[in-house]
């Protein structure tokens, strides 16, 4: 029966064109965006090295995107990309400063990459005594004063770069708003009592966090914060390592939403969401943006795609 229907369905010409452009125009009017980057030259790159179509392609799409999450296999280039990027987007007037974040292991091995790249480039790589407590105020500054083209921060002391008060508190007061409506939501429906109690302590939660941001205020007035440093470009390796993002949900005890409150995510989502905002460009670099559950897309979409 179903053969024969599908062979009745396109029998008639008119019918046929009808379904096809019923068809076109609800389901198939959309095209996924194609980066071509074989035209660029990247003025100031060492000439022994030639990038590959598809990491030419990748710094296209960094160059005309506000995010970008380079997902490419282990061992095509995904480093060599991010540095052309980087300067790329300075030289076009695009951004001003790029402060890239790697692992603490691999810190050196990117200031290598990136002065083999680009031998003339002005590259702050500072050491884990440049970032000491005593020293940190003076490596704040050095970022915010000078005309750097690439920071390189490892992922240990990136957290230590202060985040203001002001922001933070804006971000815990939308999060609070959110699950407060979630709350009316569970309430109005009749929802299962451990449900509502879950919502409950995720706002105390935020609440207390809220609260304390009154002593951070002092803070600011003598530090460098995060938003007057200058970096308008944020690229961050092995991205993965920062999946474990809070995310307000009515949804409680399932499985796959495993709702850790990861601070070094956290600090990194309040990053990459004040550096878009303001007009800057975030990048993520990974093999594997998802591992185990599909709400790992969704992740990665609040990171890369939060107004969506």
């Known amino acids: 029966i179903k053969a024969e229907f599908e062979r009745w369905l396109f029998d008639d010409p008119e019918r046929a064109a009808q379904l096809c452009a019923l068809y076109n125009e609800r389901f198939n009017a959309f095209r996924v965006r194609d980066y071509d980057g074989s035209h660029l ?8 090295i030639n990038l590959r179509p598809h990491q030419k392609n990748a ?7 506000r995010s970008t999450l380079l997902h490419h296999e282990v061992g095509m280039g995904k480093t060599l990309a991010a540095l052309v990027a980087a300067m790329e987007s300075k030289r076009l007037g695009l951004t001003r400063k790029a402060m890239i974040v790697v692992p603490n292991h691999i810190t050196s091995q990117w200031n290598m990459s990136a002065l083999a790249a680009y031998p003339g480039a002005n590259i702050l790589a500072p050491t884990p005594a440049d970032l000491s407590k005593s020293k940190r105020g003076e490596f704040l500054s050095r970022v915010a004063t000078n005309d750097w083209d690439i920071i390189i921060v490892p992922f240990s002391s990136f957290k230590l770069l202060p985040v203001s008060a002001e922001t933070q508190s804006d971000f ?3 999060e609070i708003d959110t699950l407060f409506d979630y709350l009316s939501e569970l309430k109005a429906d009749k929802s299962p009592t451990r449900a509502i109690k879950e919502i409950e302590k995720s ?9 304390n941001l009154a002593d951070m205020r002092k803070d ?5 914060t995060w938003e007057e440093l200058g970096v308008d470009m944020l690229i961050v390796d092995e991205f993965h390592a920062y999946k474990n993002l809070y995310f307000s949900t009515r949804m409680t005890r399932i499985a796959g939403l495993t709702n850790s409150d990861s601070q070094r995510a956290f600090d990194m989502f309040v990053k990459f969401s004040w550096t878009q905002h303001n007009g800057g460009k975030v990048i993520g670099l990974t093999g594997t943006p998802v591992t185990n559950t599909l709400a790992e897309f969704f992740t990665m979409q609040r990171y890369f ?4």
């Open 41 to 48: 030259s990247a003025p100031g790159l060492n000439r022994k």
């Open 59 to 65: 710094v296209w799409r960094i160059l005309q995107s």
């Open 172 to 174: 815990y007061q939308r």
């Open 203 to 211: 706002i105390k939660r935020f609440q207390v966090k809220l609260d």
């Open 220 to 224: 600011d007035e003598k530090t460098i």
């Open 305 to 308: 795609q939060l107004e969506t």
